[in-house]
């Protein structure tokens, strides 16, 4: 659950935690995009469209408030963060 909590506060491996704690780091996603965002990451990144699917069981919209503040919303991010080992430290090439 340690990425649950992560992904839940912000103080996770994103682009938008460097920005603020650690300006060195480069806030962007793998995926190309200026900054990387806990949202973003959740439910727009390519990098894990494919394992989007477990969400949308839980919330078709992928409503951050739904995913995080329901068990069954719990529950699948947890699935998903397994999944893809998002987010986790990357390196960008």
């Known amino acids: 659950?340690?990425?649950l909590?992560?992904?839940h506060t912000g103080?996770?491996?994103l682009g938008e935690y460097y920005s603020t704690f650690i300006p060195t780091e480069d806030p962007s996603?793998?995926?190309g995009k200026p900054m990387q965002t806990r949202e973003h990451v959740i439910i727009?990144?390519?990098m894990f469209e494919s394992n989007q699917n477990?969400?949308?069981t839980v919330s078709e919209d992928l409503i951050i408030s739904n995913l995080l503040g329901m068990e069954k919303g719990i529950?699948?991010?947890v699935?998903?963060?397994n999944v893809t080992n998002a987010p986790q430290k990357m390196e960008w090439n």
Do not use: D, G, T, V
């Open 1 to 3: 659950y340690r990425c």
């Open 5 to 7: 909590i992560q992904c």
């Open 11 to 13: 103080h996770a491996f």
């Open 29 to 31: 996603c793998p995926c």
């Open 44 to 46: 727009s990144c390519p």
């Open 54 to 56: 477990i969400l949308h």
């Open 75 to 77: 529950k699948a991010l």
């Open 79 to 81: 699935e998903l963060l």
